[in-house]
Antibody
Framework: QVQLVESGGGVVQPGGSLRLSCAAS????????MHWVRQAPGKGLEWVAF????????YYADSVKGRFTISRDNSKNTLSLQMNSLRADDTALYYC????????WGQGTLVTVSS | QAVVTQEPSLTVSPGGTVTLTCGSS?????????PCWFQQKPGQAPRTLIY???NTHSWTPARFSGSLVGGKAALTLSGAQPEDEAEYYC?????????FGGGTKLTVL
């Protein structure tokens, strides 16, 4: 069965960095693009980034462009999100999700940016 | 990036029908924007109900359907059940990325 498990969340100071991971199983990872989506406490969903199945194309929300980098290691079935220059408004639950038809989501990993 | 609009809240009676809509600041929502609909209940990850306007997953209850109506994407719930009370989000796919709507809080009352 398809499974996505995020990890790497935690508490970080403003201006700091954090790297999130998403371990994928149950499907042929290198055939699918992957998304990161976040949700600030009590707020709606916000799309963050997408990477094509082969890593050759990447897209970012304006709010994270230049600060976040999405990547993948198809040999390890792992998706990553490197987050730099973190701000308080990056505080959120970060989900990884499989591309359209969006048939699988992880349970999320919480990132808290606070001094 | 574009702005995607949804009704902030709607109420439906048990057994009733309600339509949620999803509009785009760039103009009419068309097939090329691949509208999707997600349901989220408190404390849970989102669950995809509809993709590419009207396609459903095996877990999507038959009472949910998707369409394009009046230049917007629409999610129709026919025969609402108490367990359908949740937040519903639409998602549109643009050339430079994806954008979620702000969500519709659906109350079944």
């Amino acid at each position: 069965q398809v499974q996505l498990v995020e990890s790497g969340g935690g508490v970080v100071q403003p201006g700091g960095s954090l790297r999130l991971s998403c371990a994928a199983s149950g499907f042929t990872f290198n055939n699918y693009g992957m998304h990161w989506v976040r949700q600030a406490p009590g707020k709606g969903l916000e799309w963050v980034a997408f990477i094509r199945y082969d890593g050759a194309a990447k897209y970012y929300a304006d709010s994270v462009k230049g600060r976040f980098t999405i990547s993948r290691d198809n040999s390890k079935n792992t998706l990553s999100l490197q987050m730099n220059s973190l701000r308080a408004d990056d505080t959120a639950l970060y989900y990884c999700a499989k591309e359209n038809p969006w048939d699988s989501w992880g349970q999320g990993t919480l990132v808290t940016v606070s001094s | 990036q574009a702005v995607v609009t949804q009704e902030p809240s709607l109420t439906v009676s048990p057994g009733g029908t309600v339509t949620l809509t999803c509009g785009s600041s760039t103009g009419a929502v068309t097939r090329t924007l691949n509208p999707c609909w997600f349901q989220q209940k408190p404390g849970q990850a989102p669950r995809t109900l509809i993709y590419d306007i009207s396609n459903t997953h095996s877990w999507t209850p038959a009472r949910f359907s998707g369409s394009l109506v009046g230049g917007k994407a629409a999610l129709t719930l026919s025969g609402a059940q108490p367990e359908d009370e949740a937040e519903y989000y639409c998602l549109l796919s643009y050339l430079d990325g994806w954008v979620f709507g702000g969500g519709t809080k659906l109350t079944v009352l």
